[in-house]
């Protein structure tokens, strides 16, 4: 009895008893065992019943996390979206440059071709130009293509600017949407294309300056050639002679510029016109006997009244006498027929050649002859060896011209002959 008391009163133990079939199992359950359990679960409510409360009453805490996961996301999809704006925007450009550039390089090479089809129009004409003394310089053809840097140039520029486009960027990292904007919408820098675009410029304009520069010296060729028919034919008309036909040369007027491009095949025949009537010209003139007998030599007598040198008193001297050695070589003076090829009593050896018009010339005292009655001859051509054959005191050449069968003063074609030989030159 004294065992089961506490302070005077007893505890009662509780027991739980399991039983299935025959088997029956007991378990005492002390006092402080289930008070201890109490205690447990009512903590447990407690803590659940705090932390519902304070999750209800801090719901805010959700939704700003919430909003702040929305935020970024829209932030990462606005910056993809303004990186493949501008990455289409790239790749449109790059498009539209190389067309630009296929454009221009088909221009420059259309500008090239209609040089190079220039120079095989001109070449003729320079090669008649360069056969045609007092003529001024040649016609410039370039010679080099264009470069063609800025194609290549252009094949890189596209690969460099997406390259610093797509960059991507670092999920950790802060988004500082200002900076986005200003991505989205930033102008691009001066490019390749438009550096290339620059240089085909100063290609397009050299190119132009050439063809002004064709078309300039063309009309100067073609003014000169004018310019120089006009004084030939001017000089031959001072000895009486009747001159070719020279078209009215343009001499004055109010300055109209002419466009190279539109121009140019008229400005090619106008000098195609002038080198033609220049021709016309210098064949007329060296059909007359306006040229040396005898380059270099001296005149010993002239045309007029001398003494005659075998019987001492007066007599015409219808020609002038060269002093030159037995055997030196007699050009003909002009262009013409021979009609006299032999003896003629004093003359001794002559050779004389019809140049229409009326107008002969008389090559006297030879020492040979190298020409035959009916041949034709040009100006320059040797027509026989100088001698003293004849009515003769020593070599010498007596030249005559006549017209029409009366001697004129050979002085006279042989000084307009000096002038003329830098004109009539063929270079």
């Known amino acids: 009895?004294?065992?089961?008391?506490?302070?005077?009163?007893?505890?009662?133990?509780?027991?739980?008893?399991?039983?299935?079939?025959?088997?029956?199992?007991?378990?005492?359950?002390?006092?402080?065992?289930?008070?201890?359990?109490?205690?447990?679960?009512?903590?447990?409510?407690?803590?659940?019943?705090?932390?519902?409360?304070?999750?209800?009453?801090?719901?805010?805490?959700?939704?700003?996390?919430?909003?702040?996961?929305?935020?970024m996301q829209h932030a990462y999809e606005d910056r993809i979206a303004a990186l493949r704006s501008q990455v289409d925007r790239v790749t449109s450009r790059q498009l539209i440059d190389q067309q630009l550039m296929e454009d221009k390089v088909a221009e420059l090479m259309l500008r090239q071709e209609a040089l190079t089809s220039r120079h095989g129009q001109i070449s003729p004409l320079l090669d008649r130009v360069s056969g045609a003394s007092g003529l001024k310089g040649p016609v410039p053809v370039p010679t080099r293509r264009p470069e063609r840097r800025a194609e290549a140039a252009d094949r890189t520029a596209p690969t460099a600017r997406l390259a610093a486009v797509?960059?991507?960027?670092?999920?950790?990292?802060?988004?500082?949407?200002?900076?986005?904007?200003?991505?989205?919408?930033?102008?691009?820098?001066?490019?390749?294309?438009?550096?290339?675009?620059?240089?085909?410029?100063?290609?397009?304009?050299?190119?132009?300056?050439?063809?002004?520069?064709?078309?300039?010296?063309?009309?100067?060729?073609?003014?000169?050639?004018?310019?120089?028919?006009?004084?030939?034919?001017?000089?031959?008309?001072s000895l009486g002679l009747p001159g070719a036909d020279v078209a009215d040369t343009a001499v004055g007027g109010p300055y109209i510029g002419a466009g190279a491009e539109t121009n140019f095949d008229e400005t090619l025949e106008g000098l195609d016109a002038a080198l033609s009537q220049l021709e016309a010209v210098r064949r007329s003139a060296l059909m007359a006997p306006i040229s040396l007998p005898a380059p270099g030599a001296a005149i010993t007598s002239r045309y007029g009244k001398r003494q005659d040198p075998f019987l001492k008193r007066m007599a015409l001297h219808s020609g002038v006498d060269f002093r030159v050695r037995t055997g030196t070589p007699i050009l003909a003076t002009g262009a013409g027929t021979v009609i006299r090829a032999g003896r003629s009593g004093g003359y001794g050896k002559l050779v004389e050649i019809d140049h229409g018009n009326g107008l002969t010339s008389r090559y006297a005292h030879l020492s040979r002859i190298l020409v035959s009655p009916g041949q034709r001859v040009s100006t320059g051509d040797t027509i026989g060896k100088s001698g003293s054959t004849g009515r003769s005191t020593g070599p010498h050449l007596h030249y005559e011209i006549r017209r029409n069968g009366r001697a004129l003063d050979p002085s006279r074609f042989l000084s307009v002959a000096k002038k003329l030989r830098p004109l009539l030159s063929d270079g």
Request: aromatic share 8%; charged share 20%; proline share 3%.
């Open 1 to 71: 009895m004294s065992q089961q008391r506490v302070f005077g009163r007893r505890k009662h133990s509780h027991t739980i008893i399991f039983a299935s079939g025959e088997k029956v199992r007991h378990v005492t359950v002390r006092p402080w065992v289930a008070g201890l359990a109490l205690s447990f679960l009512g903590m447990a409510a407690f803590g659940y019943l705090a932390a519902t409360s304070y999750l209800v009453l801090r719901d805010d805490l959700i939704g700003a996390a919430m909003a702040r996961q929305a935020r």
């Open 166 to 237: 797509t960059v991507v960027p670092d999920p950790a990292a802060p988004i500082n949407m200002a900076s986005s904007s200003r991505m989205a919408y930033a102008q691009p820098l001066d490019s390749v294309a438009d550096r290339a675009d620059r240089i085909f410029s100063k290609v397009s304009l050299s190119l132009k300056s050439i063809e002004r520069d064709q078309v300039e010296r063309i009309q100067t060729l073609a003014a000169s050639a004018y310019e120089t028919a006009f004084k030939i034919n001017s000089m031959v008309e």
